[in-house]
């Protein structure tokens, strides 16, 4: 009996192996899934109450919700921003929820703690309480704050490994826990500076409420993602690295963390400049380290797509995706108008499938990439199965929207007619054949510039998968591919090629002795 599945591309080699003896030892009962959201919701909540009530005592009731209305403006913008970057690979919401509520309520609460206790310790032992708070502020805080937030990243780093592989996940794991942070920094120092203007009776622009929203909210916004970023490329560089490179993995993220300690140093020590010195610091460093960080994480982004396009061709010549997919994956507006095709012709729930259908195959596609670097892991085929599962259960809705999208945002390129007739599935006019980098698809005459089976076997007319290398006579002629793909030709007869997809009847997979 033929199996309902398309083979397997071949796998990379990767180490590991099962548990030992086949055997699976039974959890205790902290080690239970349940039990550690449990302590963990119940440690950010605990935390929550007591800044809450940390806040209140030094703003009043009137300065924390002062400071919470202002606060809060930043936030959506950050966070979007930061879900830009995910877009390509999404992480699971609820690692972005830990990570802005540890942000929030555990770090912020071990800064404060942490923070006036140093400062008092110092002013108490040097008898200097202006030099302990410049010290407090350019030393002590960096140092804690920057620790307690990187936490959080350490802690997905490692119970979600499988959702933390590379620079963008690093990125905007810290950028959402420092998001947090500085949220709940900015209640105080808002509510802070409104009680403050309560006292003196300042109001409007010349109110220490207004100056503080200011540099806080319009001028640095960005300031504490910016230095947590940093560490979070640290670990995002850590987990490129092979499982034998301990000493990288280690190294990697402590220098991310030490440059966000500096940076975060070097901004708090700003204010002690004057306000030419600030203004100096903010035009000379944060603002082209901002630059230069965004840079970096659009140009990972772009690397991110480029993979995808060039792993998933393998898993489109065994017949798990079809050829388009690859093209159409490995752009972010052909994912937009795929999601939008399906939801404006089936609706959103149809939306939200293709969505989690392009998460899943870019998951695939970085799995893959990285077992070809050596990086898989031992569970390497149980993952891949699980995403080819997953791909193969959605592909009825994701596929005409993927290709859809294929369509519309394919570049065209002019070709020169061939002197034989060809019949593809695209196209702009007779005579004439567009393609990407030489891939034709148009129902006038034209032709590409590979061999029709390149990297996969080709679909005669009866389906043939596997065992020929191509079906003789069907799919190439001259060296000439007419069809849509990656150098992969799917024939009915000579000549005559669809383009892309399967033909009419079964899946080219359900017999592969055919």
């Known amino acids: 009996m033929s ?4 083979p397997s591309p071949p796998q990379p080699p990767h180490p590991g192996g099962g548990p ?21 919701i119940t440690l950010l909540a605990l935390s929550g109450l007591v800044i809450l009530a940390l806040v209140r005592e030094q703003t009043g009731t009137e300065g924390l919700l002062v400071g919470l209305g202002l606060a809060v403006l930043p936030v959506p913008l950050l966070v979007a921003a930061f879900g830009w970057l995910d877009r390509v690979e999404p992480g699971p919401w609820r690692n972005l929820l830990f990570a802005f509520a540890w942000g929030a309520c555990a770090a912020a609460l071990i800064a404060i703690i942490a923070n006036s206790f140093a400062t008092r310790w110092i002013a108490t032992a040097t008898a200097d309480p202006s030099g ?8 002590i805080a960096p140092v804690v704050e920057e620790s307690a937030k990187a ?18 996940d690093g990125v905007v794991i810290a950028g959402i826990t420092a998001t ?6 900015n209640i105080l120092y808002l509510g802070t500076a409104f009680g403050t203007d309560q006292l003196t009776g300042d109001s409007g622009i010349a109110s220490v409420t207004a100056a503080t929203f200011f540099v806080r909210v319009v001028m640095s916004p960005f300031a504490h993602p910016l230095f947590t970023v940093l560490t979070g490329i640290g670990f995002g560089v850590a987990a490129l690295s092979g499982e034998r490179q301990h000493t990288r993995r280690v190294l990697l993220p402590l220098s991310g963390l030490l440059l966000a300690m500096g940076m975060h140093a070097l901004w708090n020590g700003s204010s002690s400049f004057g306000e030419l010195g600030f203004l100096a610091v903010y035009a000379a460093i944060m603002v082209p380290a901002f630059g230069l960080l965004t840079w970096l994480v659009v140009w990972t982004r772009q690397r991110e797509l480029r993979t995808v396009r060039e792993e998933l061709p393998a898993y489109a010549a065994a017949g798990w995706i079809t050829p388009a997919e690859p093209f159409a994956l490995g752009s972010m507006r052909a994912r937009r108008l795929a999601r939008v ?19 899943y195959a870019t998951s695939l596609a970085f799995l893959r990439h990285r077992g070809r670097q050596g990086r898989a892991g031992a569970d390497f085929l149980v993952r891949e199965g699980e995403l080819l599962n997953e791909l193969w ?11 859809h999208a294929a369509r519309m945002t394919a570049p065209p390129v002019r070709m020169p007619p061939p002197p034989w007739p060809a019949y593809g599935a695209y196209g702009y006019g007779q005579g004439q054949t567009y393609g990407p980098q030489g891939q034709a698809y148009g129902p ?7 061999p029709a089976y390149g990297l996969s076997p080709a679909y005669g007319p009866s389906p043939t998968y596997g065992g020929r290398p191509h079906a003789p006579g069907h799919g190439h002629r001259n060296g000439h591919t007419p069809g849509y793909g990656y150098g992969y030709a799917y024939a009915y007869e000579p000549g005559h090629l669809p383009g892309y997809g399967y033909p009419p009847g079964p899946h080219p997979s359900a017999d592969p002795h055919q």
């Open 20 to 40: 030992e003896g086949g055997v699976l030892r039974h959890a205790h009962w902290w080690q239970h899934r349940w039990v550690r959201y449990g302590a963990l």
């Open 180 to 185: 947090g942070f500085a949220f709940t920094e």
């Open 132 to 139: 302990a708070d410049t010290l407090g502020a350019t030393v």
């Open 444 to 450: 006038g005459q034209g032709y590409g510039q590979g």
């Open 341 to 359: 095709h399906a939801g404006r012709h089936l609706g959103r729930p149809a939306a939200r499938v293709v969505a989690q259908y392009e998460a």
């Open 3 to 6: 199996s309902p599945f398309p």
């Open 393 to 403: 259960r959605r592909k009825d809705v994701a596929r005409p929207a993927l290709d």
């Open 151 to 168: 936490a959080a990243v350490l802690l997905v780093f490692l119970f979600r490994r499988r959702d933390f592989t590379g620079i963008v």
